[in-house]
């Protein structure tokens, strides 16, 4: 019997653990939520309002990207991930991750707006939302990892 608790503590514990880590990762995704959000709608509304002056959809994502990305920088480092390694090589790997995200969002845009002719206003929102979640993968596990997350 006291064999089964043993193994029933520890199933407790690594339930536990198993649970705080889920409520530290939610915490997380609220955080980079709401820094991603801000960052986006504000980008998002200068995108439309300069499509509708002037620009071509790929020449204002192109320049509005890289806007975009700096500013978030600074709330996801500290904000969303606590970030506690060499600047410099976050920023680097930061750059990485966002052409990464750039490019992601320049072929939905260039696919599906200019070969299969979908609004270019449609295919901007659901990018962003796409490009979202492959960046916070990549915030998560390579820029702003944690040692033990690290890939």
Not at 4 to 20: D, E, I, P, Q
Not at 27 to 54: A, D, K, P
Not at 73 to 99: E, N, P, V, W
Not at 115 to 134: D, E, K, M, N, S
């Amino acid at each position: 019997m006291a064999k089964l608790t043993g193994k029933a503590c520890w199933r407790c514990r690594v339930n536990s653990m198993t649970m705080s880590n889920l409520i530290a990762t939610m915490g997380q995704v609220v955080r980079y939520g709401v820094v991603g959000v801000l960052n986006n709608l504000l980008g998002y509304l200068i995108y439309l309002f300069v499509t509708w002056l002037w620009l071509e959809p790929i020449v204002a994502v192109s320049l509005m990207y890289p806007i975009g990305a700096v500013t978030a920088y600074f709330g996801h480092a500290k904000y969303t991930f606590g970030y506690l390694g060499r600047t410099s090589q976050g920023i680097f790997r930061y750059i990485i991750a966002h052409l990464t995200g750039f490019g992601v969002n320049v072929a939905l845009l260039f696919v599906l707006s200019d070969l299969l002719g979908y609004p270019h206003q449609l295919v901007q929102a659901v990018a962003i939302v796409t490009v979202a979640g492959i960046l916070y993968l990549l915030f998560r596990y390579f820029v702003f990892a944690h040692p033990s997350q690290s890939l």
